[in-house]
């Protein structure tokens, strides 16, 4: 590559800026931008034009789109080669055969090399190497001067901000966790303190920012909180989690925090998928509930909880004891064991803080609520497996919760085990009614409550957002953060898979196959099985047998509609080309051919006519669906639209749909009397079963007269007629006409 290439330099995260041997290039106009960044980030790959139009203008491309194309790109060329000759082959910006490829290094892209450091981060994180992770992490986040693509117009560049937005938001959580690991923990504070003012929303970041100041010193400020870690919500306060239903479970709860007060402990787990509810169940059941002179402490664990030993049982404790001179004493004690066990010093602290808080629980009974118990820091998790063993014999409760298949919550004692599944249609439905902005109609509701499988947390986002609405991608992002990239692409797959079945419910059986996602993804089974295996312990996906499928159709459609739609068209068609290669269902070819809005070409129409008989044994109605799209296609070969066609009326008649129109299209342009017969007789067929006796008699008679059908059909036309002749209109005879006449068809003839 020339040294002018090399010179060249792009700035995505923030406003975009184009340096060439370090001088600024003026690009213009926003549309001129919009392809530079589309270009930019496919760097060293080829962009076809329609994928280029889909990304500056969407769906509503003007009929000039390829035309403005073509003048962006040369002018973007004039200014990015100045010195090649006007005639001349670009080389930085090349073309041919429909598309355009930006040929630069990818590092030269800002937003390429954010991704690359990310991936180096991880791999140093693998490798228990926290030094050098933070070293990459913080070299990531240097590279952002704002808001990424900014004021860059066009669908490409709206759905790039929002998944480098939360690529920044996750990159820069993970900084503050290194930097309190590394004992740094005013600079974690500091880090924290702006992502909260960024995102004021998101209530996680208040709690990490309560851990820090915790770690650092300064526990009174991370009291006054706004949401304060380790203690209930108000009733009807703000942030409080709105619970509908589970009247069963909050009557449990509420039952074992009586029979506590009365003496009798026990623990109590609440286990359930991400977002179904624990959170908010926890604090419905347990805020204000305890009888005087029963006591309750509450925190919430989270991944900066592991790096202090029992934090999170010193702020339950905390929480529990607030006010009390004699239980504040208690929370100092455990206090002095911490310090002690993070020292080394002291006998063994997990028998020393069990002792401690059994005694506590004998002079008042004692309830001690931990949500998300699986991120409590070792330690904390060790005492709670002692206190269990003693919970029972003492006024002591423990409740907590976890994600259900934890292994690290399954591995702890607890008397009870609560499964939270799915709300109940009625449930979800007040749910959403309750929270939604707009009550939604009966159709979006029940496409609401479809995509959101029971599961409160979507319930409410999709009640305030409507199905595809604003914020939904963030909401289900929450929930796939921790995976690697190389499971999001596995996850990205199996939506792409799935995304017929979420338009046309019911005409493909739900998911896909793993065999199928092995195709697609050109994944070894051993490896995808690993790629696949975070994804199904956090709910997120379920399998039965060999077949994979979302929890929460949302999420399918969140993956899926996030991937700008020219791109989307692309990948579908390369999903229908692998499985079609590797031998898959034809009809999730078809599937895969119908959701892309794929151009279906001369090579889709060879495959189709040589499978649509297999596809229509195994899903009817795709097939029809795909041959009226074929048959539809101008461009497509005659002989092949034809034959997709003849196919289409066929499929047409046997599933009882009217196959008039499709049958009379290609009885007209056949030269074979074999067809031409089959045909004319499918359309007569079709209006004599919707009541049409005249139109269909009226087809068979014409048939009959003109001769030109092969014998095999005239005997059928003659069937119909003599079928249809007692509800035509007229005389049942006519005995002036020779019998010939009316066995040929000139008029009809009873049996």
């Given at each position: 590559m020339s040294a002018e290439h090399e010179g060249i330099g792009l700035r995505l995260l923030g406003p975009v800026l184009v340096r060439r041997g370090g001088a600024e290039v003026r690009l213009g106009s926003a549309r001129h931008t919009a392809v530079l960044c589309a270009l930019a980030l496919n760097a060293g790959r080829a962009?076809?034009?329609?994928?280029?139009?889909?990304?500056?203008?969407?769906?509503?491309?003007?009929?000039?789109?390829?035309?403005?194309?073509?003048?962006?790109?040369?002018?973007?060329?004039?200014?990015?080669?100045?010195?090649?000759?006007?005639?001349?082959?670009?080389?930085?910006?090349?073309?041919?055969?429909?598309?355009?490829?930006?040929?630069?290094?990818?590092?030269?892209?800002?937003?390429?090399?954010?991704?690359?450091?990310?991936?180096?981060?991880?791999?140093?994180?693998?490798?228990?190497?926290?030094?050098?992770e933070l070293a990459v992490v913080e070299s990531a986040l240097r590279l952002w001067h704002g808001e990424a693509l900014a004021e860059v117009p066009g669908p490409f560049a709206e759905a790039q901000r929002l998944r480098l937005a939360e690529l920044r938001l996750v990159t820069a959580e993970r900084h503050a966790a290194l930097l309190a690991t590394a004992g740094r923990h005013e600079e974690a504070t500091e880090v924290l303190r702006g992502l909260v003012d960024a995102y004021p929303s998101k209530e996680n970041l208040r709690t990490l920012l309560a851990h820090a100041l915790r770690a650092a010193g300064r526990a009174g400020v991370a009291v006054r909180l706004d949401t304060r870690v380790g203690s209930i919500p108000a009733a009807g306060g703000p942030g409080r989690p709105m619970l509908v239903g589970r009247h069963p479970e909050v009557r449990r709860l509420r039952r074992a925090v009586a029979e506590a007060a009365a003496g009798c402990g026990g623990s109590v787990r609440v286990e359930g998928i991400p977002g179904i509810g624990k959170s908010a169940l926890l604090a419905a059941a347990l805020c204000g509930t305890a009888p005087a002179p029963c006591r309750t402490g509450w925190t919430i664990a989270d991944e900066l909880s592991r790096r202090v030993p029992l934090g999170v049982l010193l702020e339950c404790v905390e929480s529990a004891t607030a006010g009390e001179t004699m239980s504040a004493h208690l929370a100092s004690q455990i206090a002095a064991v911490a310090a002690e066990a993070d020292g080394g010093t002291g006998a063994d602290p997990v028998d020393r803080a069990v002792g401690l808080i059994c005694r506590?629980?004998?002079?008042?009974?004692?309830?001690?609520?931990?949500?998300?118990?699986?991120?409590?820091?070792?330690?904390?998790?060790?005492?709670?497996?002692?206190?269990?063993?003693?919970?029972?014999?003492?006024?002591?409760?423990?409740?907590?919760?976890?994600?259900?298949?934890?292994?690290?919550?399954?591995?702890?004692?607890?008397?009870?085990?609560l499964q939270l599944g799915p709300l109940a249609d009625d449930d979800a439905t007040a749910l959403v009614r309750a929270v939604a902005t707009e009550q939604p109609e009966a159709t979006d509701l029940r496409r609401i409550l479809d995509d959101a499988g029971g599961n409160p947390y979507y319930l409410r986002h999709l009640a305030v957002a409507g199905p595809g609405g604003d914020g939904l991608a963030t909401a289900v992002g929450t929930h796939l953060t921790s995976f690697t990239d190389q499971t999001l692409q596995v996850l990205r797959a199996v939506a792409f898979l799935s995304a017929y079945e979420l338009d046309a419910p019911g005409t493909l059986p739900a998911g896909c196959t793993v065999a199928a996602l092995a195709a697609v993804t050109d994944r070894a089974l051993p490896d995808l099985a690993r790629e696949l295996d975070p994804a199904l312990a956090a709910g997120v996906l379920t399998r039965s047998g060999d077949r994979l499928a979302f929890r929460h159709r949302v999420?399918?459609?969140?993956?899926?509609?996030?991937?700008?739609?020219?791109?989307?068209?692309?990948?579908?068609?390369?999903?229908?080309?692998?499985?079609?290669?590797?031998?898959?269902?034809?009809?999730q070819v078809v599937a895969q051919l119908l959701t892309g809005d794929v151009p279906l070409d001369d090579s889709v129409g060879a495959w189709l006519v040589e499978h649509v008989e297999r596809v229509a044994e195994r899903a009817p109605r795709i097939a029809i669906a795909v041959l009226r799209r074929a048959g539809a296609q101008a461009g497509l070969d005659p002989e092949l639209r034809l034959s997709l066609n003849v196919w289409l009326a066929r499929l047409l008649l046997r599933q009882d749909d009217n196959a008039a129109a499709e049958a009379g299209w290609v009885a007209a342009r056949t030269t074979d009397p074999e067809l031409e017969g089959e045909m004319r007789w499918i359309a007569a067929r079709a209006h004599e079963r919707r009541g049409q006796f005249e139109a269909a008699a009226e087809i068979a008679r014409a048939a009959l007269r003109e001769r030109r059908v092969a014998p095999y059909w005239m005997d059928r036309m003659r069937t119909l007629v003599t079928r249809v002749r007692p509800e035509l209109p007229g005389n049942p005879t006519v005995p002036h006409m020779s019998r010939s006449a009316v066995v040929d068809g000139e008029v009809p003839v009873r049996p």
């Open positions: 962009v076809c034009r329609e994928q280029l139009v889909a990304a500056v203008w969407g769906e509503d491309a003007p009929a000039s789109a390829i035309g403005n194309l073509y003048t962006y790109v040369s002018t973007l060329r004039r200014l990015l080669e100045p010195a090649r000759g006007r005639w001349a082959a670009g080389e930085l910006l090349a073309s041919g055969g429909r598309t355009y490829q930006l040929n630069v290094p990818p590092e030269s892209v800002d937003a390429v090399r954010f991704e690359s450091l990310r991936e180096a981060a991880r791999r140093h994180r693998a490798a228990g190497d926290a030094d050098a506590a629980a004998a002079e008042a009974p004692l309830v001690l609520s931990i949500d998300d118990l699986p991120w409590a820091d070792p330690l904390t998790l060790r005492v709670w497996a002692g206190l269990g063993e003693r919970a029972a014999r003492l006024p002591l409760l423990l409740v907590a919760s976890a994600r259900s298949g934890s292994a690290d919550a399954c591995a702890l004692p607890a008397g009870e085990v999420v399918a459609r969140t993956l899926h509609e996030g991937v700008p739609a020219a791109l989307r068209i692309t990948l579908h068609r390369t999903f229908a080309e692998r499985i079609a290669a590797g031998g898959g269902p034809s009809d």
